[in-house]
C-alpha cells in the first residue's frame, strides 16, 4: 500500500475492503511521504518493521527482490491525487499489478500517458470507482444492456455533499486541505472528488458516453480555491440529455449520491444511501423494487452480494467488491490463467482516462462563454 | 367557470377546491366554446338552464345584468391557454374578478398586457399556481424569510411526468391535444405547462428572481410539436445558482414536483408526492422533518391545513386554499373593506408575467448557442 | 346535520366530506345541545335562520313538514358516542335516511337495537368508517378477494397516536373531554376511538371476522378513566391469527395506521399516512407497489379517485368517497331505484355492530385472566 | 472456528466478521463434523493442513499444546443450536475464551450451566446478537439511557421475515433443515431464530426486562415441527407494556426487524434494514432523524462506525462490531490488562440465558390457557 498512514481516510477504506473476503493480506506498505510516519503507521497495522518503507520507491526496490510468493503481489494506492502517477509507473513497470482511488492521475495528460503504460505492461490495473461495486448498480446495468427501458432517453445524476459548506480547509483538516488545494487535487474540487463518480456512475450504468457538456461551477465558500458547487447539462452519443449535478456545499448531505434513468419504456431510480434498492417504474403498472438478493437477479449482482436479502450491505462491501474482482483476476494471472469474465467487472485505466477528460472538459467549459463543449477523448 | 366542460380535467379540479370549504358556490357557466356542449355540461352541474351560458362574452353580459347578491361574485377561467386572455380582459373590464388558470396568457406581450387590465381595475385576480397552496410550501417560505437557512445558494427544482413519454397526442386525448399544440398551449410544451409550476415554486419558497438561465430543450418523442424535456441552468438574483428541471418523457414519474435548496446554514427539501413533510438537513445535527399541523408553525401553514396532523392534506387541499384565500380577499373586496394579508397570499398577474418571461427565456435560450441569456423581465 | 357545532372536529370534517363532490348541499342543522350556539354555528355556515334549530327532534319534526325537494334529504350525524342513538333511531323512525359517525353507538345493545331498527326501515343507512374510503384500501380488499395473496395466515393492524400523552382532558380541551369520559364515549377510549377504526380496516380488506382475542389494556396516564393503550391477540374464522395495536399515548404519532397482512402467496402493507401507494411482496420478485391511479385497478378503486396519479389524495377524500356513495344511494332511493353496486361500497349498520362488539369484547378480555375470549357476536 | 464449513451459512458471515478490521486471523478450525468436509472447507480458506482439525476436541486439544502466541486466541462457535454447549464447555475449560452464535444453548439449564462455566472461567464470552451491534441502536440504548424519551410505556418489536412461506424444509436446504428439527434447533423455532434477537434488541436498548409474556404461537405450514409464527403481549418490568412479532411466513419481507419505543416525553423508531437512522418524534416538534455519523452522538455509537455518514453501514459491519470489542476484549485479557468498558458492550452468557428463559417462557405460554405467564429467570 502506497499512502494510507496514520490520519489519513480512504487508506482505512481500502484496507477494510480488502480484507472482508479473507483472500488478500496487508503485507507491506509506504504509508506516508515521512518514513518516520509509515513505521509508526506500520506498526498500528501489525507489519513487520521491515516491510513499512520509507519511500514507495523503496517498497517497489526492496519488495521486487523477495521471492515470488513472499513478495506483495499488487500495489494499492491511496494517496492524493498528485501521487497516483508516480508509484503508479514505478510498480507497473516493476511488473506489478496496481489498484489506484480515483481519479486516475493529476492531468488528463497523466492520465493518457499511465493508461499507455499500462497497456504496455499487460499487467491488471483497477480503479477504485467504488459506487459500481454496488450489487443494484450491476443489476442496473444489466438491465438497461438487455433493453428492459427501451432506448435511454435522459438521465439525471446527482451527488450533493455538505462537508464543505464553511471554509473547513482554514482549519487544517486533512481532507479539507489537500482536496481544495489545486496543487493536490488538480483542475477541479468538487468535479474532480465527486463529480468523476457521478460521471463514471452514469456511463457505466447506461453503457453511454458524454459527448458534450455545459457547465456552470462556482466557488460558494469565500478563499476557496477549487469549484465546491457545479451543475452540467449533459448529451450523450445516442441523443439523450442529461443533468450532473456535485456539490460539496449542500449543507446538511451527506453523501446522496443518484441517479435516474428514463427509456422510451420506463424509468430507474438508484440512490447510494439506500443502495440495496433498485427503482423501475412502468407508464402502466406498478413500482417495481428490486432488492439486493431477492428473486432472479443478473449473474453481476448475485455475485456481488455476500449475506441474505434484509441484511443490508454497504458502502464498505461495495468496495470490497471491486478488491473482490480486482484479486481474482491478478491470482489468474499470477497464475497464467484467463480470468472468469465476471471478475474482469471492475473499472479501469480507461475509464479513469474518461474520468480526466470530464475534468478538464468541465472545467474548460465552466470558464467559457461558448454553450457546448465537446467532451473530447 | 369559463371552460371545464365535459371531458376537461383542470375544470373539474376547479369545482372541488372551490367547494371545499362551503364558501364558493358555482352559479353560472360558459363551459365550452360549443353552446351545446355548455348546456349539457350546466345540466351535469345541477345549474339552472338558463345560467348555462353558450359563451363567456354572453355569460359576462347576463351576468352583469343580474342585481348584485345575485350576479356571480367573480369569474373562473380554466381553459386552454390561449384562452385565458380574452376572458379575463372581458370579465375584468366588466367589474368581475378573476381567478385564471396558469400559465397566465398565451405570450409574454398578451401577460403584460393582462397584468396591466388587472392593475388599472383594481379588482382582485388570482393565478393557480396551486403548488404554493401547500402548508408545507408555505411554511418553507416563511423559514427562508426568517434566515434559518442563511444565505440561499443553491436551488435545485425538479418536475418529472412521464405521461407524454408516447405520441399520446395522436390518440386524440384531450390534454395531450392541445397542450403539445403551439395554436393553443403557446411557445412552450412541458416549460409552460411544469416548468413554469417548477420557476414559480422556486421563486415563492425562496424569494428569489431567476436573472439568467442557460436551457437545453429536447423534443424526445418524434413528431410532436412542442418540447417535451427540459434542463436548465439557473442564476438568481442573489448569486445563488440552480437547476430547473421539466419533463414529460420521464416514463413512469406522476407528479414529482420536488424542491432541494441550501443555504449557508442548512438545506432543505420538499416533495409534492409526500407534501405534509418539510425536511431539514444541518450540518452538526439530526435530519428534521417538519410536519403539517404538527409544532409551532407559521402562521400561513397554519390557516392552510384543515384537519389534524397525520390525516393527509393533499393537491385539492393545497388548491383549495388558492380558491379560499382569493374567495376571502373577493369578499372583502365586494364589502369595501381591506382584505386580511394572510388571505392575500395567493399568485398575482404579476406572478403571471413572470412566468410567460420564463416561458420566452427558456424557448429563446433552447434555440441558442450563447451561454446565458438574461432573464428580461 | 346533528353536532358539528363552534369547536367541534369532526363535525368539519363531514361538512368538506359531503361538499366536496359538489352534489350534497347542508341545508339546515341541530349543531348543538345548546339552542343559540346552535343558531350562531348556523350563522357561520351561512344558513337561514330558520334551519338551524333548537335540537335534533326540532329539526326532524320540522323538516319533516316541508315539502319534499325542500326538506332535508338525510341525517348527518356527528355527535359524541352517547347521543348516536336517539338521532338516529328518532331520524330513521321519520323516513330520513341516516349518515352516522363510528362507533355506531354506546353499547353493544344499544348498536343491535338500531341495527334492527335500520334493516326494519328500509332506508340507507351509513357509518363513516372513513379508512375504508381510500382507493388504495379499496384496491387491496379486491385483490385478497381474487386470491392474489393466497390464503390469509397473518394480519398486524397498528394505529398508534400520541396526542394523549399527557393528561390532556384536565386542560378542558375539548375531544379530550368527552373521548376520555365512560358517559360520553362509552366502555373503551381507545379501543372505542381509533381500535374500532383498525378492526373495521383489517375485516374489511381481508372479508375475514375476528372470532377470538385476547387484549392487555391499559391506563398508561394517572388519573384517566379510559384505556389510552391497548395490545390484542387476534384469531380470525379461517385460522389466521393477528395483532391489533390502538395507543392514544405513542408520543409523537399522529395518525400512523397501518396494515400488514400476509398470505401463502404474498405480502400487502398500507400506511393511511402514506395513503396513495400499496405495498405487495413476493417470495421471489420485486417488490410491487400500486399506486392511486396508476395501471389496471378495481373498479372500485378507480371510482374512489378524483385527479391524476401523483397528485396526492388524502383523508378529506376518503372521506367524501364515503359521502359520495351514500349520497349516490340515497339519490337512488330517492328516485325509486336499485343503486348501482358499486355505490353500496360504504360502511353498514352491520359493520357497526360487529365493531361495538368488538369493543364489548377487547375490554372483557381487557379484564380477564382468561387468555382467549370469544368475539361473539 | 468449529462449525461453517462448505454450505453453511453463518460461518462465512463471522469469518467476514471477523476479518473487517485487520485485528483477527483465521488459524484453524473444526468447521465441520465430517473430518474430510472439514479437510476441504480448510484448504478452501487458504489454512495449512495440520490446522483443518477433525473435530472439535482435537482442535482444542492439539491447539492447546501450541506455545502461546502460534496458538489460537479463542474459539468461535458457529455451529447449530445443539452444538454450542459441548465445543464452548471445552474451550473455556481449556482456557480459551469463546465468541459464540445465539442462542446461547439448546436448553434453559444448558444455558445456564454453560454461563455457570463462564463466570467460573473468568474468560471473556460473547454471544452474537449482532443486531446490538449496529450504531444507531447504540446509539437508542444511550438516549433512553439518560432519559431523552421520559419513562418507557410502550414498546413494539418485530421481526417479520418470508423464508419458511413454504414447506422449504422438504427440499433439503440446509438452514430450512436444522432451523426447523427440533432435535436440532430446540423447543423453537422463529422464535428462537429470531424472536431471541427482539427480545434481546428490545432489553437492550431499553435496559428494561421483559417480566411476563402471553404468547400464540402457531405452525402455519403443514408439516412443519416447530412455530413458524408468534405473537406475543409484554410486560416489562417498570410496568412498560409491548408486543413482540417473530414470524418467518411472513410472506415477502426479508429480515424486516424494527422497533418502536415510547415514553412519556417522546418516541424512537428503529429499522434494520435502514439501520443508520434513528427516528426520534416528539409532542410538539419536528420528527428528527438521527444518522450515522452525524453531529453529537454517543460513544458508544460513534465507536461503532467506520466511514463518513452517508456511506452506507451495514450487517457485517454491526456483526464486526461485536467481533472487534470481543477481540479487544481478549487482547486487554492476553495481556493482562483491564478491558477498556466501551469494548465491554457486546452481548455475554447472561444475555443467552435470558434468550433462552424467554424461548422456554413464550413456548409453554403458548401452549398455555393461562393468561399470563411469569418470564422467570
Given at each position: 500500500m ?8 480512504i ?5 477494510i475492503?480488502?480484507a472482508?473476503?479473507?483472500e488478500?493480506?496487508?503485507v507491506?506498505?509506504?504509508f ?7 513505521r509508526?503507521?506500520g ?5 513487520p ?9 523503496e517498497?517497489?526496490r526492496?519488495?521486487?527482490k ?6 506483495m503481489?499488487f500495489?494499492s ?7 497516483h502517477?508516480p508509484?503508479?509507473?514505478?510498480a ?5 499489478p496496481?489498484?489506484?482511488d ?5 492531468s ?5 500517458e499511465l493508461?499507455d503504460?499500462v ?6 490495473f483497477a480503479?477504485t470507482?467504488?459506487?459500481?461495486g454496488y450489487?443494484?448498480?450491476k443489476e442496473a446495468?444489466e438491465?438497461i ?11 439525471v445524476v446527482?451527488?450533493p ?10 482549519s487544517g483538516?486533512k ?9 493536490r487535487?488538480?483542475a ?7 463529480g468523476t463518480?457521478?460521471?463514471n456512475?452514469?456511463e ?19 478563499g ?8 452540467v447539462l449533459?448529451?450523450?452519443n ?15 448531505e451527506?453523501n446522496?449520491l443518484?441517479i435516474?434513468?428514463y427509456g422510451t419504456l420506463?424509468?430507474m431510480e438508484?440512490h447510494?444511501?439506500?443502495?440495496n434498492?433498485?427503482?423501475?417504474r412502468?407508464a402502466?403498472g ?5 432488492r ?5 437477479l ?11 436479502a434484509?441484511?443490508?450491505?454497504g ?7 471491486i478488491?473482490?474482482n480486482f484479486a481474482?483476476?491478478?491470482k ?20 479513469g482516462v474518461?474520468?480526466?477528460?470530464f ?6 467549459s465552466?470558464?467559457?462563454?461558448q454553450?457546448w463543449?465537446t467532451?473530447?477523448?
Amino acid at each position: 500500500m502506497v499512502g494510507g498512514g496514520r490520519g489519513a481516510f480512504i487508506g482505512g477504506v481500502h484496507r477494510i475492503a480488502a480484507a472482508m473476503d479473507n483472500e488478500i493480506e496487508l503485507v507491506c506498505g509506504a504509508f506516508s511521504s515521512s518514513a518516520e510516519k509509515s513505521r509508526l503507521s506500520g506498526q498500528d497495522l501489525y507489519l513487520p518493521e521491515n516491510r513499512a518503507y520509507g519511500s514507495f520507491e523503496e517498497m517497489i526496490r526492496e519488495e521486487k527482490k523477495l521471492p515470488e510468493g513472499e513478495r506483495m503481489d499488487f500495489v494499492s494506492i491511496v494517496t492524493p491525487n498528485h501521487l497516483h502517477f508516480p508509484p503508479a509507473k514505478l510498480a507497473l513497470e516493476n511488473g506489478f499489478p496496481v489498484i489506484c482511488d480515483k481519479p486516475l492521475a493529476f492531468s488528463l495528460a497523466e492520465a493518457k500517458e499511465l493508461r499507455d503504460i499500462v497497456n504496455k505492461s499487460g499487467l491488471p490495473f483497477a480503479l477504485t470507482h467504488n459506487y459500481t461495486g454496488y450489487p443494484m448498480v450491476k443489476e442496473a446495468r444489466e438491465r438497461i444492456k438487455r433493453g428492459d427501458l427501451g432506448e435511454i432517453r435522459k438521465i439525471v445524476v446527482q451527488y450533493p455533499q455538505g462537508w464543505l459548506t464553511t471554509f473547513l480547509e482554514a482549519s487544517g483538516q486533512k481532507q479539507a486541505s489537500w482536496r481544495t488545494d489545486p496543487a493536490r487535487s488538480g483542475a477541479a474540487g468538487a468535479m474532480g472528488d465527486i463529480g468523476t463518480h457521478a460521471e463514471n456512475l452514469a456511463e457505466y450504468i447506461t453503457g453511454l458516453q458524454i459527448t458534450e457538456l455545459c457547465a456552470d461551477l462556482s466557488i460558494m465558500v469565500p478563499g476557496r480555491k477549487l469549484d465546491d458547487d457545479g451543475n452540467v447539462l449533459l448529451r450523450f452519443n445516442n441523443g439523450a440529455r442529461g443533468v450532473l449535478i456535485a456539490s460539496q456545499i449542500s449543507a446538511g448531505e451527506e453523501n446522496s449520491l443518484r441517479i435516474h434513468i428514463y427509456g422510451t419504456l420506463g424509468g430507474m431510480e438508484w440512490h447510494q444511501m439506500r443502495p440495496n434498492s433498485l427503482i423501475l417504474r412502468w407508464a402502466n403498472g406498478p413500482i417495481e423494487i428490486i432488492r439486493t438478493g431477492v428473486g432472479q437477479l443478473s449473474a453481476a449482482a448475485q455475485a456481488a452480494a455476500r449475506i441474505p436479502a434484509g441484511h443490508p450491505e454497504g458502502y464498505l462491501e461495495a468496495f470490497a467488491n471491486i478488491y473482490h474482482n480486482f484479486a481474482r483476476t491478478v491470482k489468474a494471472f499470477l497464475q497464467g490463467k484467463e480470468a472468469d469474465p465476471i471478475h474482469l467487472d471492475f473499472p479501469t485505466a480507461e475509464d479513469g482516462v474518461r474520468g480526466m477528460a470530464f475534468i478538464e472538459a468541465v472545467v474548460a467549459s465552466g470558464k467559457s462563454d461558448q454553450k457546448w463543449h465537446t467532451f473530447d477523448y
